[in-house]
Each structure stands twice: as C-alpha cells, then as structure tokens.
C-alpha cells in the first residue's frame, strides 16, 4: 500500500523567492513518485516524474525535485517563483511494478505567488 | 495529437439519479483511469480500464461502473446519485507500457442536490 503526505495545504512566497512544496511518501515496494500542477477549472499536468536512475529530476517550468529514500521525500523546489507558478500542486505515488497505474494523491499544496 | 477529453464539462442531477460520463484517450493510448476529486482534497482512484477490461478498483462502491470501448474511449456511470458524489470526475490516459505518466482531462463537474 502507498500513502503520500504534503505538508503545509497553503504556501505562500515572494516573486523571484525560493519554492519548496514538502511530499513524504509511504510505500511497500520501491516507489515511483510524481508531481502534478492544477491551474484553476482545470486537469491536472505533470510537472515532473521519478522512476528509476538519478534521484535529481528536472521537470516544466524551472521545477526539480529529488528522492531521497532515507528520509521517504520527494520534496518539490524553483530557485525564483513566478506569478505564474501559482497554482495547487499535488505528490503522488504508485508502486514500481504494480499491475496498473493507480496514483495515490497527497490532499494538495495551494501555492500563492506575493507580488 | 489530440489531448484527453471529457463530457460534459459541468452538470447538476438530483439524489437518486444516474448520470453518465464520457471520456476520450489520447491518440495511442489504450488505458483510461477515472479519479474523483471531491472540493478540496486530492484526486482519489476509482478504477482503470485497459483494452476494454477493469483492470484495478479503488474503494468505490458498485453504483459505481465503467465502460472501455474498443477506440479506448471509456464511460463512467454512478447510480443512484448522493450528495457525497458531487466533485469534479477526472479522466486519465496512458499508454499501459509502464511510464508511470498519465495524462488528464479538464474534468467534469459533477453536483448533487
């Protein structure tokens, strides 16, 4: 079983500030990790994936995350945030080998961009 | 290359009813993922459909069911409608090789009164 915890519903950062948006994540079996962007009345977009090989992972838009298995995280960070990085960001979860593609979705992290 | 698309985008049905959801997979993509994201919270799964089969089910209880057709395009369907079932239903398609990576429609809105 996977569970995926975010930790702060609402972040709010300065334009040109540094974007971290926490994930930790709980899995049985070696774990592929996700985060996923929602714009307002929208889908939801990949912004980036883990799956096997480095555990840095650059994504859309300026985001990276990385992996680190001691600690269960894949926490979320932009070195300078844009206005139009404000939007709700959600971590997800499936197990590497799982039979189908069954996410599990953190509750979501609403990012406010502060002029 | 045509993204996901889903309809209706918006609808309202009343307690007890039944409504019906359509989704259409991207080009090449022959697996179909539906998710509810009730105000709020994040998406949750419902089940996955892959060359016209029920492939994984979340904790959803029978009133809720789907199709797969054979172009891939999928269907749910919720009976007997509870003020709980109002959220946003999300449409996901993937290849079914194993990226991990799947692609969202905009969803459709879903109220119950």
């Known amino acids: 079983a996977q569970s995926v915890t975010q930790l702060g519903s609402h972040v709010s950062v300065s334009e040109g500030a540094l974007v971290l948006l926490r994930c930790n994540y709980s899995?049985?079996?070696?774990?592929?990790l996700f985060w996923y962007v929602q714009y307002p009345n929208q889908g939801l977009q990949l912004l980036l994936k883990?799956?096997?090989?480095?555990?840095l992972v650059k994504g859309i838009n300026g985001f990276e995350a990385e992996f680190k298995k001691s600690e269960t995280s894949f926490h979320l960070t932009k070195p300078s945030a844009h206005m139009s990085d404000a939007a709700e960001y959600f971590c997800?979860?499936?197990?590497?080998?799982?039979?189908?593609?069954?996410?599990?979705f953190g509750t979501g992290t609403r990012l406010t961009i502060i002029p | 290359e045509t993204g996901v698309t889903q309809s209706p985008t918006h609808l309202i049905k009343t307690r007890g009813q039944q409504v019906t959801l359509r989704c259409s997979s991207q080009?090449?993509?022959?697996?179909v993922s539906w998710y509810q994201q009730a105000l709020g919270q994040g998406p949750q799964f419902i089940f996955q459909?892959?060359?016209?089969?029920?492939?994984g089910r979340g904790n959803f209880p029978p009133r809720f069911s789907g199709l797969q057709f054979p172009n891939y395009s999928s269907e749910l369907n919720v009976n007997a409608l509870e003020l709980d079932d109002s959220a946003l239903y999300l449409c996901?398609?993937?290849?079914?090789?194993?990226?991990?990576?799947?692609?969202f429609g905009e969803g459709s809105r879903l109220t119950v009164l």
């Open positions: 883990y799956t096997t090989g480095a555990t």
């Open positions: 997800a979860v499936r197990g590497a080998n799982s039979g189908n593609e069954k996410l599990t």
């Open positions: 899995s049985s079996v070696p774990p592929y």
């Open positions: 996901a398609s993937s290849s079914g090789q194993n990226t991990g990576e799947l692609f």
């Open positions: 459909y892959y060359r016209e089969e029920e492939n």
């Open positions: 080009s090449g993509h022959n697996t």
